[in-house]
């Protein structure tokens, strides 16, 4: 999706690179897996990607760490990447342990991001479908000079969703 670096490129060399790599997909663990692939069917038009996932035993928790490791759910394709395109993996296990409120600041995956034609258009529906508020819509400077105008708000679960709207001049 992104141009390789060049194998000159000071401090990487070729074997530091993965040769034909591309981005596949994003997990997401889910209380309720159907719920939250409901919702972005409706709210972001993602696609479900046949079949549901229903996996158990002892290669699932060898590959997870998990004991006893149970999940179900599905995968759904990204709008805008086409057929082949990247997709957002949903799966629920059979247990898990209580989640810790999301926080914008808290290390490790932050949020998934959404290029809409009108942040706050956008962020209405994600409010209306169930979703939640984190900021206020907001619209930044970029040092090459372009604007960014985005918004964090939350899925049904609570986890962080990145609405965002690039211009070349300030809206």
Known sequence: MGSRPPAGRPGV???????????GHVN?????????????TRVFVCSFV???????????????????????GAHLRLPGGGADGPTLEIYQY?????????????????HIAFAVPSVAEARDVVLAAGGGSVGSVVTLGTADGRFVTWAYVTDPEGNI????????TRP
Do not use: C, K
């Not at 898990?96 to 409120?101: C, K, R, W």
């Not at 969703?161 to 070349?168: A, K, P, R, T």
């Open 50 to 72: 046949p079949p549901e996932r229903d996996y158990a035993g002892p290669d699932l928790e060898a590959g997870t760490g998990v004991p006893g490791a149970a999940l179900h």
């Open 161 to 168: 969703v990145e609405l965002q709207s690039w211009s070349d």
């Open 28 to 40: 997401l663990i889910a209380r309720d897996w159907r719920a939250l692939a409901d919702f972005y």
């Open 94 to 110: 059979a247990a898990m342990p209580e989640a810790l409120p999301p926080a914008a600041n808290r290390p490790g995956f932050g």
């Open 13 to 23: 060399t070729p074997a530091q690179l993965i040769p034909s790599a591309r981005f």
